[in-house]
């Protein structure tokens, strides 16, 4: 058995699973190790990535946290990640309690799959809508029963996934929807006030705009088609209509969303209106974001961001730089998260 010595500290070669293949293969020196592993083993007990005793690494969880559910991954300290778990809704300004439930459980989960790597305190970061305008994120970490633990809005992580090294746009929409633009070190949004003051163009407000026109077309003051045909088939009755929309929540809102694109593509008048009227929203916060920044990239992201940044495209939009993001918002959690304990580094 050999020992690899750095200062008072020391790790058990048996203790390691060397799974990786650049870490095979190489001569060994005197210490019977070869040059590749032995500084594989300096970086991780030098950095703290490994604990000295048994082989146990820190770990990092990203949480991605939305309206229509959350998402969340492991990320050990050599890089390697676990799968991806989902849970449910995680807007803290719609439903705060219902939040925390979902975002405890799958940090629990997520702590769970990782338990035979991980034997240091995780840390966590955690990107939720609603977390920065309804300024809970003290009381968030009040709840939660991690030291380690960075709250930021859902679209601060989204931006740092899709624009990892350089500067862009991001148009978040899936059941709210919001605009941001990282440029120069800073870091400007716009909308994301939730669905009773905003959220225009997102998912919510795709199928609520189903049900008012559908509402307008049943009393003779708009014109109806396929989409409002089927709106009616689905509620039946107005009182059932409004019966929904007296008790429904943002994501029950934008679960009509998927109907409405399918229509449009089937050249519903009605679901084409209520798309270009969402594109024409979000194109106008690009441009303003643009404004003294005209090449600044674009990239789209959520449930819907795709479908409408591909729609405005199509309607003469070309000039708007889009691009595909580098990552996804959980990529950009994993990252928050390792700087939270860079942050900690003296």
Not at 57 to 67: A, S, T
Not at 102 to 116: E, F, H, N
Not at 247 to 272: I, K, Y
Request: proline content about 5%.
């Amino acid at each position: 058995m050999a020992f690899v010595l750095h200062g008072t500290r020391c790790v058990c070669v048996a203790c390691l699973t060397l799974s990786s293949p650049a870490l095979l293969g190489n001569r060994p020196d005197a210490t019977g190790l070869s040059l590749n592993v032995q500084k594989h083993l300096f970086i991780r007990v030098f950095f703290g990535m490994c604990d000295g005793q048994g082989g146990k690494m820190r770990i990092y969880i990203g949480l991605d946290g939305g309206g229509s559910g959350c998402r969340a991954q492991v990320e050990l300290a050599d890089g390697r990640r676990g799968a991806v778990l989902t849970g449910g809704p995680a807007n803290v300004a719609t439903d705060f309690d219902g939040a925390l439930r979902a975002v405890s459980d799958l940090l629990g989960r997520c702590i769970a799959q990782a338990d035979t790597h991980a034997r240091l305190q995780p840390i966590i970061a955690l990107g939720l809508a609603g977390a920065t305008e309804s300024g809970a994120i003290a009381q968030i970490k009040a709840r939660l029963p991690y030291p380690d633990l960075e709250i930021v809005g859902d679209i601060e992580i989204a931006l740092m996934g899709a624009f990892p090294r350089s500067d862009g746009i991001v148009m978040a929409v899936g059941t709210g929807s919001v605009v941001a633009r990282k440029a120069a070190g800073t870091v400007q949004r716009l909308g994301g006030y939730g669905l009773v003051l905003g959220d225009n163009g997102s998912g919510a407000w795709i199928g609520r705009e189903a049900l008012r026109h559908s509402l307008l077309a049943h009393d003779g003051l708009a014109e109806s088609g396929s989409l409002t045909d089927l709106v009616w088939a689905r509620y039946g009755s107005v009182q059932k209509m409004i019966g929904f929309a007296a008790t429904a929540r943002p994501a029950d809102f934008a679960a009509l969303a998927p109907l409405v694109l399918e229509q449009a593509q089937a050249h519903c008048p009605v679901a084409g209106a209520i798309l270009d009227a969402s594109s024409r929203y979000l194109r106008g916060v690009i441009r303003q974001l643009q404004a003294g920044h005209p090449d600044l990239p674009v990239a789209a992201l959520g449930g819907l961001g795709p479908a409408l940044l591909a729609r405005m495209i199509g309607q003469g939009s070309a000039d708007l730089h889009c691009t595909e993001p580098a990552g996804t918002p959980l990529d950009g959690a994993l990252w928050y998260a390792r700087r939270c304990e860079q942050r900690k580094l003296p």
